[in-house]
């Protein structure tokens, strides 16, 4: 499935670019993808669209985050903090946070990687239309040991 959510990350420059579902469907499947991860990532996707309608509009304000079991089964302490840095840093206000895990827990696939986590909270900020700055992508794409210290 995540395969196929970069593909349209890389493809689509926003969510409202997309073809209509079934075309989407039909182009994903010509690309190679199979069917069964073609559905699981259109699923995921409406579940996305779902909460960046709740998101858009809500107010944002400071927040302490606390996890629950469900979530916890999900999320591991990397990808916790992975979460809590976004927040610290500024770039992942409450709201898109809330998204991010409610996503995670959508995926229901036991613990989530790091990375398939990072791919969320790409979709998350695809989903709404932004752009994340510079350092954030570097923080999504570049593996730590690739990174050339200055």
């Excluded at 994903?28 to 669209?49: C, K, N, T, Y």
């Excluded at 989530?112 to 992508?137: H, N, Q, R, T």
Aim: some cysteine; aromatic content about 8%; hydrophobic content about 45%.
């Amino acid at each position: 499935m995540f395969e196929v959510l970069v593909y349209l990350y890389e493809n689509y420059w926003r969510p409202d670019a997309c073809p209509e579902p079934k075309q989407l469907s039909r182009k994903l499947s010509a690309v190679g993808f199979e069917p069964e991860e073609i559905q699981d990532a259109l699923r995921w996707l409406d579940g996305l669209a779902d909460s960046a309608g709740a998101v858009t509009g809500a107010p944002e304000r400071a927040s302490m985050r606390v996890y629950t079991d469900a979530e916890r089964e999900v999320l591991d302490e990397s990808s916790v903090g992975f979460i809590a840095f976004l927040e610290s840093a500024g770039v992942l206000p409450a709201p898109m946070r809330e998204m991010v895990i409610d996503r995670a827990v959508a995926v229901g696939a036991g613990k989530l990687d790091l990375e398939d986590l990072k791919i969320i909270v790409l979709m998350v900020f695809w989903s709404l239309g932004e752009e994340p700055d510079a350092l954030i992508l570097d923080e999504l794409f570049v593996d730590p040991g690739d990174r050339v210290i200055h």
